[in-house]
């Protein structure tokens, strides 16, 4: 029963990352033009169905990655949040920009800098929040 319960809040703990790293997402690439979004008339409503759409598209994108992180986390028991957040941003750049996540080839220095960051940040807030709910008990099943 308590592998069971563990892993219903693997689960739960896993959509709530996602939410949370698609919150941070939303709102870091909107906030240069928040002004003209409001100005245009762009009602909180619609900021989550952006949300909510994230949220399942980076959920279903980094499931597996995901998976292999959570298996080694509980099969370790790691329980640090620096462990989950690290993860989080290092998956989240992965998934994105693949195994290049450092930079491009022949780009000027800073090209996409800002870009990197908020992806960076939406992994750290994915692997933070997985950490609350579930990481913090990783292993402890057994």
Known sequence: MAIVLRIFMMILAYMLACI???FILTVGTLTPEWD???ALGMQSGAVW??????AAIIGTVAMLPALLLIALAEGFAWRSV???AVLGGALALGVVYGLDFVGYAGEPAGYLAREREVVAASG????FVY????GRRAGLWS
């Open 20 to 22: 949370a790293a698609s």
């Open 36 to 38: 003209d979004l409001n």
């Open 49 to 54: 169905a952006l949300v909510g759409l994230g």
């Open 82 to 84: 620096l462990v989950y």
């Open 124 to 127: 750290i807030t994915g692997g």
């Open 131 to 134: 950490w609350l709910v579930a």
